[in-house]
């Protein structure tokens, strides 16, 4: 069973950075595409960026494309996800996940472990 937990969520300024950070325990993680969501108060929850975990492969949503940048070490076994130019449409609850699959997935529904969640807010 794999264990998700993220950690870096706080409340910073438009035009700020964070650094979400994703910890898993149990299963082999060099063998898990990891994903970033999110979910805004009232909206479904939507996705943010992916790697995958042949080949390292990275897509981004188009809203965060070339603000928010997902990595991983596999000797930590943590995923991160950098987001810098942080917008007030950024605020949201960011879940990170697992997916068993090579390729990875831009779909929720795809992945088969979660994070409980850690909240990131932006102010204007």
């Known amino acids: 069973q794999v264990q998700l937990v993220e950690s870096g969520g706080g409340l910073v300024q438009t035009g700020g950075s964070l650094r979400l950070s994703c910890a898993a325990s149990?299963?082999?993680?060099?063998?898990?595409?990891m994903g970033w969501f999110r979910q805004a108060p009232g909206k479904e929850r939507a996705f943010v960026a992916m790697?995958?975990?042949?080949?390292?492969?990275?897509t981004y949503a188009d809203s965060v494309k070339g603000r928010f940048t997902i990595s991983r070490d596999i000797a930590k076994s943590t995923a991160y996800l950098q987001m810098d130019n942080l917008k007030p449409d950024d605020t949201a609850l960011y879940f990170c996940?697992?997916?068993?699959?090579?390729?990875?997935?831009?779909?929720?529904?795809?992945?088969?472990?979660w994070g409980q969640g850690t909240q990131v807010t932006v102010s204007s």
């Open positions: 149990g299963g082999t993680f060099s063998r898990k595409s």
């Open positions: 996940a697992a997916d068993r699959a090579p390729r990875g997935s831009l779909y929720a529904s795809e992945y088969d472990y």
């Open positions: 790697i995958a975990w042949s080949g390292g492969t990275t």
